[in-house]
DNA sequence: AAACAGCGTTTCATATAATGAAACGTTTTT
DNA sequence: AAAAACGTTTCATTATATGAAACGCTGTTT
């Protein structure tokens, strides 16, 4: 827990690495489990549970296991950075995935990988479900992958040198200058394709979103199961996106 | 900062005693600005927001200021209380922005309080805006009114004795015996209005949520300046609030 | 019915880590 | 040029977080 260690608050470091083990599957958590996940002692992690919980941070359900409470939801609302993209990306989710019927998706670059900040599920059984605010991998996501393609060269070989092309799938890109090729394809075209590979089975089509000075500031996409997902319908996708992606790119501009 | 304080960790404390001064118009804070505001040594203050800004739930912005950050964002989302009822909610209430062209909103009562758990706004430029997250008070609220209105008559009780009807408006209901006829009128006619009881200008009309046993767990409203919003649309309106109502009733209890 | 194993919780001596006044180096304002 | 305001660092002091052990409770196993 050190290395060059400013001068940190450590009981608040405990009191969030303790929070962190709700991003997951796992939602409810007891106090010995999250002694042993994190290697706290039961009393300490009794006692920072204890204060989570007298402040709303975390809430106990009926069996008596703790959950990410309210505050947290009030505190998470109140996050102003991207909040415009947020709320004008909105509407126009509803309307794409109206017509596509598609899971749809809404986001911008951070930290050299994909920030989800909106979506609308498909109203079919077999869908897509990310979770808003969790992060994904950008070289194998159509989303990511045109958020790269439309960043500067020196972002482009930045992210490479960060990062490892690790495969997911078999379809996954692992060489560097096939992937660079790939972005430049990207770019030209002006849309990028996923084809399984994230997870076999799954394909998206994405779309980048510019502010008004011609900058990429986000990516629209659609995802779906590649039993549904045929290559003849990109043409339409494509323009219902981009009917959505104009929507967004006025109301930033002009509203904000 | 006692009474019968069990045995809470004070930093941890102090840390989200600096995340709530983000509730509220200000989002931008120094650290002298906190250190004052919240009477905790600058050196402490100093070292819990660097701290806070390590993981990522405060960001520094160009001007050097925090902002609440991404991590408390990723975390809001999270919460799963109330997932739901915010997921079934969303397009019901597209629908009936879309109709009725003013804001909608979505909510439960918590903690004696109506928390807001979904909103969508009016098209129009003259409009209410509300956090969704945040709490307002119950009684002069008609979302408030039509979740009290449907409670237990216990809880009704308990609500009286620990809530003060202080006056918000010169038309906010402030007598008890004058709230629960009101609270009648309302389980009576199924919709609540509130006639600037929270706010002069400001009109609201709710409709109750009730789950597959008749329980109310949820209220819609739709809000508008008395400008607007005329007593001879009402009926119009409660039809249209009424198809969404059937909507997040139907999927609540068919999907989960 | 008794023993056991699991849980959250409390105790208490100990040591660690949070604390704050003062000083520092910058930047902005006067 | 001086002063004020800012974030940041220092260091001795002391308050507080810590963890092993014991506790009481509940549900399961013997």
Chains 1, 2 share one sequence.
């Not at 009981?11 to 991003?23: H, P, W």
């Not at 300490?44 to 809430?59: A, D, F, H, K, P």
């Not at 986001?107 to 059984?125: A, F, H, M, R």
């Not at 990062?163 to 075209?189: R, S």
Request: glycine fraction near 6%.
């Amino acid at each position: 827990m050190n290395e060059d260690v400013k001068d940190l608050n450590l009981s608040v470091l405990k009191a969030f690495t303790l929070l962190e083990a709700f991003v997951g599957d796992k939602q409810k958590w007891g106090v010995r489990e999250l002694a042993k996940k994190t290697g706290y002692n039961k009393s300490t992690t009794y006692r920072l549970l204890n204060t989570l919980e007298s402040i709303g941070v975390l809430q106990k359900n009926d069996e008596d296991k703790y959950l990410l409470g309210l505050k947290l939801f009030e505190l998470g609302n109140l996050v102003s950075i991207h909040k415009s993209l947020r709320k004008h990306s909105r509407q126009p989710l509803e309307q794409i995935a109206r017509e596509i019927k598609e899971t749809v998706h809404f986001g911008v670059l951070d930290k050299n990988q994909v920030l989800y900040l909106n979506k609308t599920e498909s109203p079919q059984g077999l869908k897509v479900s990310t979770q808003i605010g969790s992060y994904q991998k950008a070289y194998c996501t159509a989303i990511g992958k045109v958020l790269l393609a439309f960043s500067s060269e020196e972002k482009i070989l930045e992210y490479l040198k960060k990062t490892a092309l690790d495969p997911c799938t078999v379809n996954t890109i692992t060489d560097q200058h096939v992937f660079l090729k790939e972005l430049q394809k990207i770019k030209k075209q002006e849309y990028a394709l996923d084809m399984e590979e994230l997870e076999l089975g799954l394909i998206c089509i994405a779309i980048p979103v510019f502010n008004n000075k011609n900058q990429i500031i986000a990516s629209i996409s659609v995802s779906g199961p590649s039993s549904r997902f045929k290559l003849e319908n990109i043409g339409n996708y494509l323009s219902i996106i981009k009917k959505g992606v104009q929507a967004i790119e006025n109301s930033i501009n002009n509203y904000n």
